[in-house]
């Protein structure tokens, strides 16, 4: 039995919730305007109100009623009856009492609180109290309530009409409504509608609005300047990408014209194109391999491996490989002691490959480039300090943005692609660390990684997040 009761209220729930879904479905079908659906909200609530409005009403009314019913009592019984034990018109003097009579009883009832009489009988329309005589017998006092219960009525109904009216009002002035108060909504569906390339520079006006509509106005204001920032950015990427792809497929087949016409037959030109070839393929072969890297940053794909590896072992062999690669020259490794630390050892070192790269480029042929390395507490200061002609007041704010190339880099032979300072200052804050530049016009310029000792997360796999670009 009980499992057949379980079964039978739950089949009673899911049909109160099938026919509450199907009159959610229907009605929101009814495509009504949001001024209406406020106006009718706030009717509704308006309407909710009315019933303890009543309520209270009735209340006051009662208690009208009883103030003026215990003086009319009080007053009946401090009189004297007739011979035949009514009281004389004079006695009563007010218009709603049916009857007074004196009783041959003794008045045993409790009172009412705060009241001198108690409630015999109510009958339809009237109302029986008794009460003590000064005598000791019973004075019973009889009240019509037909004007009484006239008055709380036309009360009631004046009410219930000025709510219909208040109803009737919301529902007519919605447009009003509309213009008052949600102006910067309609204004935000205008934008919204309108927005597109070419227009990212428009905003909400907030004049006029307030309190929370003008917050909502403000945070888009800021939602659409944050977009535009990254529509330019990912633009102006999209732009200088396809500039530096440009110079050398544009070089290439240039030398593959210049073969097919006098290669197959002079060596000498032979030669060259094949170096030139091979070395504008090695230029964009470095420029796709930068790019997939700033991509698989900002689709936060990019992953990095924190070990605990020692960073002079890294500087030793940066030094080592650069010594090789640029022998005319001079690579210095500061005498220093062994700096354990955590983080990706291949990252680490490929930020010092981009810096020692730099240097290599901005100072002439010969000259000394200066690695270092400090432990301070808790953190660990690689450096690469060259002595060629600085970096300008002009350009230092400028040189770790993507494509940014000062004007000496852009004058030297091998001035790379701009995207080098870029990839570097991404790993260092993706580890926590920061990336600083020291230069000066004439004297060389000195670049210091500051990275953290320990990571959060040893041995595990971590997303570069996009706060490294900020």
Same mark, same amino acid.
Request: aromatic share 6%; glycine share 6%; charged share 25%.
């Given at each position: 039995?009980?499992?057949?009761?379980?079964?039978?209220?739950?089949?009673?729930?899911?049909?109160?919730?099938g026919?509450?879904?199907?009159?959610?479905?229907?009605?929101?079908?009814?495509r009504l305007?949001?001024?209406?659906?406020?106006?009718?909200?706030?009717?509704?609530? =308006?309407? @909710? +109100?009315? *019933?303890?409005?009543?309520?209270?009403? %009735?209340v006051?009314?009662?208690? !009208?009623? /009883?103030?003026?019913?215990?003086?009319?009592v009080?007053?009946?019984?401090?009189?004297?009856?007739?011979?035949?034990?009514?009281?004389?018109?004079?006695?009563?003097?007010?218009?709603?009492?049916?009857?007074?009579?004196?009783?041959?009883?003794?008045?045993?009832?409790?009172?009412?609180?705060?009241?001198?009489?108690?409630?015999?009988?109510?009958?339809?329309?009237?109302?029986?109290?008794?009460?003590?005589?000064?005598?000791?017998?019973?004075?019973?006092?009889?009240?019509?309530?037909?004007?009484?219960?006239?008055?709380?009525?036309?009360?009631?109904?004046?009410?219930?009409?000025?709510?219909?009216?208040?109803?009737?009002?919301?529902?007519?002035?919605?447009?009003? =409504?509309? @213009? +008052?108060? *949600?102006?910067?909504?309609?204004?935000? %569906?205008?934008?919204?509608?309108? !927005?597109? /390339?070419?227009n990212?520079?428009?905003?909400?006006?907030?004049?006029?609005?307030?309190n929370?509509?003008?917050?909502?106005?403000?945070?888009?204001?800021?939602?659409?300047?944050?977009?535009?920032?990254?529509?330019?950015?990912?633009?102006?990427?999209?732009?200088?990408?396809?500039?530096?792809?440009?110079?050398?497929?544009?070089?290439?087949?240039?030398?593959?014209?210049?073969?097919?016409?006098?290669?197959?037959?002079?060596?000498?030109?032979?030669?060259?194109?094949?170096?030139?070839?091979?070395?504008?393929?090695?230029?964009?072969?470095?420029?796709?391999?930068?790019l997939?890297?700033?991509?698989?940053?900002?689709?936060?794909?990019?992953?990095?491996?924190?070990?605990?590896?020692?960073?002079?072992?890294?500087?030793?062999?940066?030094?080592?490989?650069?010594?090789?690669?640029?022998?005319?020259?001079?690579?210095?490794?500061?005498?220093?002691?062994?700096?354990?630390?955590?983080?990706?050892?291949?990252?680490?070192?490929?930020?010092?490959?981009?810096?020692?790269?730099?240097?290599?480029?901005?100072?002439?042929?010969?000259?000394?480039?200066?690695?270092?390395i400090?432990?301070?507490?808790?953190w660990?200061?690689l450096?690469?300090?060259?002595?060629?002609?600085?970096?300008?007041?002009?350009?230092?704010?400028?040189?770790?943005?993507?494509?940014?190339?000062?004007?000496?880099?852009?004058?030297?032979?091998?001035?790379?692609?701009?995207?080098?300072?870029?990839?570097?200052?991404?790993?260092?804050?993706?580890?926590?660390?920061?990336?600083?530049?020291?230069?000066?016009?004439?004297?060389?310029?000195?670049?210091?990684?500051?990275?953290?000792?320990?990571?959060?997360?040893?041995?595990?796999?971590?997303?570069?997040?996009?706060?490294?670009?900020?």
């Open positions: 039995m009980k499992r057949q009761r379980r079964q039978l209220r739950k089949a009673d729930k899911q049909k109160a919730r026919f509450h879904g199907r009159v959610k479905h229907v009605m929101s079908n009814f305007s949001l001024t209406f659906r406020i106006a009718l909200h706030y009717s509704w609530q =308006l309407l @909710k +109100t009315t *019933l303890p409005v009543l309520l209270l009403l %009735t006051a009314l009662c208690g !009208l009623l /009883a103030e003026d019913m215990n003086a009319t009080n007053r009946i019984r401090m009189e004297s009856p007739e011979e035949s034990g009514r009281f004389s018109p004079t006695a009563i003097r007010h218009s709603e009492v049916v009857s007074a009579e004196m009783l041959p009883t003794t008045y045993i009832w409790d009172n009412l609180p705060m009241l001198d009489f108690s409630i015999a009988d109510l009958d339809g329309f009237r109302l029986t109290l008794r009460t003590a005589h000064q005598s000791g017998m019973t004075v019973e006092v009889c009240f019509r309530l037909q004007r009484y219960l006239y008055v709380w009525g036309v009360l009631t109904i004046t009410l219930l009409l000025c709510d219909m009216l208040r109803v009737l009002s919301f529902i007519r002035n919605r447009e009003k =409504l509309h @213009k +008052t108060v *949600l102006e910067p909504i309609r204004d935000i %569906t205008e934008l919204a509608s309108t !927005l597109s /390339a070419s990212l520079s428009n905003r909400i006006n907030i004049a006029g609005t307030k929370e509509l003008r917050d909502l106005a403000v945070v888009i204001n800021s939602m659409l300047d944050r977009i535009e920032r990254s529509y330019n950015s990912q633009k102006q990427f999209v732009s200088d990408a396809s500039h530096e792809l440009r110079t050398p497929l544009a070089v290439l087949q240039g030398y593959i014209s210049m073969l097919k016409r006098w290669g197959k037959s002079d060596p000498e030109v032979l030669d060259e194109g094949l170096n030139a070839i091979a070395q504008e393929t090695q230029s964009m072969k470095e420029l796709v391999e930068s997939l890297f700033l991509a698989r940053h900002d689709k936060k794909t990019l992953m990095m491996e924190m070990v605990a590896f020692d960073a002079l072992d890294v500087l030793t062999e940066l030094q080592r490989e650069a010594a090789m690669v640029t022998p005319e020259d001079t690579f210095i490794l500061s005498p220093a002691t062994n700096c354990p630390m955590e983080g990706d050892r291949s990252m680490v070192k490929q930020v010092m490959r981009i810096l020692c790269d730099n240097a290599v480029k901005y100072t002439p042929k010969g000259g000394i480039i200066q690695l270092g400090e432990r301070k507490p808790g660990v200061t450096s690469v300090a060259d002595n060629g002609p600085g970096i300008s007041q002009e350009d230092l704010p400028k040189i770790f943005e993507r494509f940014y190339r000062a004007d000496a880099a852009r004058r030297s032979e091998g001035g790379g692609h701009g995207l080098g300072l870029s990839i570097a200052r991404i790993i260092v804050m993706a580890h926590g660390g920061k990336l600083r530049v020291r230069s000066k016009l004439g004297a060389g310029s000195t670049f210091y990684v500051d990275l953290p000792e320990k990571q959060q997360s040893l041995q595990s796999t971590r997303t570069i997040s996009e706060d490294a670009t900020k």
